[in-house]
T-cell receptor, first 113, second 114 residues
Framework: GEDVEQSLFLSVREGDSSVINCTYT??????LYWYKQEPGAGLQLLTY?????DMKQDQRLTVLLNKKDKHLSLRIADTQTGDSAIYFC?????????????FGTGTQLKVEL | DSGVTQTPKHLITATGQRVTLRCSPR?????VYWYQQSLDQGLQFLIQ???????AKGNILERFSAQQFPDLHSELNLSSLELGDSALYFC?????????????FGPGTRLTVT
């Protein structure tokens, strides 16, 4: 199966850390990604993690991968109002001679003052 | 700005009509992907082209077709449109098969079928 699940909403206060969670089902995924979508905009690639890694840090972003539980998380440190958006996790799937991304349902992050 | 361009930005049309969405990938990217984003289905992969050839197919309806031209731009054709086809259609591009697969998305075309 290729279902990717996320919680729908997350509300945090400015300056706090945000943690967005994702579970996926395809254990053969080699890459897992996080995308950000602001209102009326396209998808912005934030970061990715290779499946043989447990953690990746990129400035305020930390990605944790638990391959055994097929669980991925994105931590945003010192969350700002500009971080308010919908966050999608996506898994990379090889299919036939090509590839695709299977996206989660998206988590809407609301940052309050 | 991802470097992927899509036209038009918005499209309003009637049921039964046919439309063409256009995508220009980032310079140097050989792969083009099309995705549909709707409220009920979420983000769904439709189709992938690599250097002019179809490489992967998702849940793309038979009424929909795509192609990638020699200059690497791509078009998604939607015909016999239904109300349920109203959605945001994204194009993405990536460098090549066999490398780190970073897909960069365009701003999307919002299609409204009335």
């Amino acid at each position: 199966g290729e279902d990717v699940e996320q919680s729908l909403f997350l509300s945090v206060r400015e300056g706090d850390s945000s943690v967005i969670n994702c579970t996926y089902t395809d254990s053969s995924s080699t890459y897992l990604y996080w995308y950000k979508q602001e209102p009326g905009a396209g998808l912005q690639l934030l970061t990715y993690i290779f499946s043989n890694m447990d953690m990746k840090q990129d400035q305020r972003l930390t990605v944790l991968l638990n391959k055994k539980d097929k669980h991925l998380s994105l931590r945003i440190a010192d969350t700002q109002t500009g971080d308010s958006a919908i966050y999608f996790c996506a898994e990379f799937i090889l299919t036939g001679g090509g590839n695709k991304l299977t996206f989660g349902t998206g988590t809407q992050l609301k940052v309050e003052l | 700005d991802s470097g992927v361009t899509q036209t038009p930005k918005h499209l309003i049309t009637a049921t039964g009509q046919r439309v063409t969405l256009r995508c220009s990938p980032r310079s140097g990217d050989l792969s083009v992907y099309w995705y549909q984003q709707s409220l009920d289905q979420g983000l769904q992969f439709l189709i992938q082209y690599y250097n002019g050839e179809e490489r992967a197919k998702g849940n793309i309806l038979e009424r929909f077709s795509a192609q990638q031209f020699p200059d690497l731009h791509s078009e998604l054709n939607l015909s016999s449109l239904e109300l349920g086809d109203s959605a945001l259609y994204f194009c993405a591009s990536s460098v090549e098969i066999g490398s780190l697969y970073e897909q960069y998305f365009g701003p999307g075309t919002r299609l409204t079928v009335t």
